[in-house]
Structure formats: C-alpha cells, structure tokens
C-alpha cells in the first residue's frame, strides 16, 4: 500500500515544518512549494499569482464544483483560477501514482480520496500561531500582534473556503481527518517521533 499523507493546517500551526520533518523522518518526498512551481511552469502564470490563488476559492457565486464537474462555457474572467485548480489536481495525483510522499495542503485529502491517504490536521491556539509567526517574520517584517491575528484569519477563511469548493465536510472538522494534532506549546521536532510510529501502524509494515 502506498503511503499518501496529507497534511492540512491552520496557519502558524507549524503543520507544514512538520509535513517535511515527517517526510525527512520516513525518507519519502514532501510536496509542498514544489506543486506551485510546477503549476506556474505549465501554465505560463507568475509563481505569486499561483501561491495566492492555490488555497483560495474561485468566485463562491460561480456554480462550479471543482473535482466533479467544470462548465464548458465558463467565463473568461474565471479561466485562469480554473486552469491553476485543474493543474494542481492533475499534478497531485502525478505525486500519487509515484509512490510514498507527504503532500502539505491544496486540499489533497479530498482530492486523493481514492488513494486512501492518511489525513492529518494541524492546529494551534492563537497566541501560539502568533508567536510561531513572529519567530518566522522576514526580516524586515513587524507586524503587531492584532495585524498578524488578522492576517491568520484571513488566511484561515481563504483555505475554508477553498475547501468548500471540494468537500461538504468543513475545514478543521475531525470528522474530516484521521489525526488532529495540537502544536500549542509544543516543538514541532519532539513530534515527528511518535507520528512516525502512527503512521507506520496506520499503513502496516511495507514490501520487502
């Protein structure tokens, strides 16, 4: 059985350090700003563009359902978010069918389904996701700690409603997921020990 772990999390969680720490940890890839380079290589768009568009939904108004159904007369004004929709699931199945990997975000737990991957959600409390951000700010970057709490919640409603665009079940519900793991407080490295251990019992003991 392949081992497709997808890692979902809210921003500041530290969810993506521990996508690449696991996948270092288990000696599989970790596909994360690897899927918007290659969105943007295919389709001639500016990295930024794709970054932003990635995890945020195309127009809530427009009667789409991203993974199911696209309309053959779609407007011109929505070509470009749909083509980057298309190709980022084109290019995760792609990192599917190669083998074991650790995929971070894009909403690739719904849109692997068929692939049965382990689903793994991030979480912290504010005050740790506001801490984890200061820590990691470019330089250059000071931002208050109301601006960053906006910024997180600005960033956390573009992935809920990016994942409308896939899946009834909303983002960050456990119903969604097969392990929830809070960050707050806690090293992101004493972590990855203990969910090596889970994900080899979750996917059994692998080919010889």
Same mark, same amino acid.
């Given at each position: ?9 809210? *921003? ?9 720490r696991?996948?270092? /940890?288990l +000696?599989?890839?970790c596909?994360?700003?690897e !899927?918007?380079?290659? !969105?943007?290589? %295919? ?5 930024? &563009?794709?970054?932003?568009? $990635? ?10 359902? !991203?993974?199911?159904? *696209? ?5 011109? @004004?929505? #070509? ?5 929709? @298309? ?23 719904v849109?692997?389904? /068929? &692939? =049965? ?5 991030? &979480? ?7 801490a984890?951000?200061q ?7 000071n931002?208050? @700690?109301? #601006?960053? %709490? ?7 409603? +573009?992935?809920?409603?990016f994942?409308?665009? &896939? ?10 997921? =097969?392990?929830?793991?809070?960050? $707050? +407080?806690?090293?992101i490295? $004493?972590?990855?020990?203990a969910?090596? $251990? *889970? ?6 003991? +692998?080919?010889?």
């Amino acid at each position: 059985m392949r081992r497709i772990i997808t890692i979902s999390r809210e *921003f500041g969680s530290g969810g993506r350090e521990l996508g690449k720490r696991l996948a270092d /940890a288990l +000696g599989i890839p970790c596909y994360d700003h690897e !899927i918007i380079k290659l !969105i943007a290589k %295919e389709n001639g768009f500016d990295e930024r &563009y794709v970054a932003n568009m $990635s995890e945020r939904s195309i127009d809530a108004a427009y009667p789409l359902t !991203i993974g199911h159904r *696209f309309a053959l007369d779609a407007m011109p @004004v929505m #070509e470009q978010p749909i083509r980057v929709a @298309v190709s980022q699931r084109e290019i995760l199945e792609n990192f599917a069918k190669q083998g074991d990997c650790v995929i971070v975000g894009r909403c690739a737990d719904v849109i692997l389904e /068929a &692939y =049965h991957p382990l689903n793994i959600f991030v &979480y912290a409390d504010m005050a740790a996701k506001i801490a984890r951000c200061q820590e990691r700010a470019p330089e250059g970057e000071n931002l208050t @700690v109301k #601006e960053l %709490e906006r910024r997180i919640r600005q960033v956390e409603k +573009g992935r809920r409603q990016f994942r409308e665009m &896939y899946s009834e079940i909303k983002w960050g519900e456990k119903e969604a997921y =097969h392990l929830c793991i809070n960050t $707050s +407080g806690r090293e992101i490295k $004493s972590l990855v020990p203990a969910l090596v $251990s *889970f994900v080899e019992c979750w996917f059994g003991p +692998g080919e010889e």
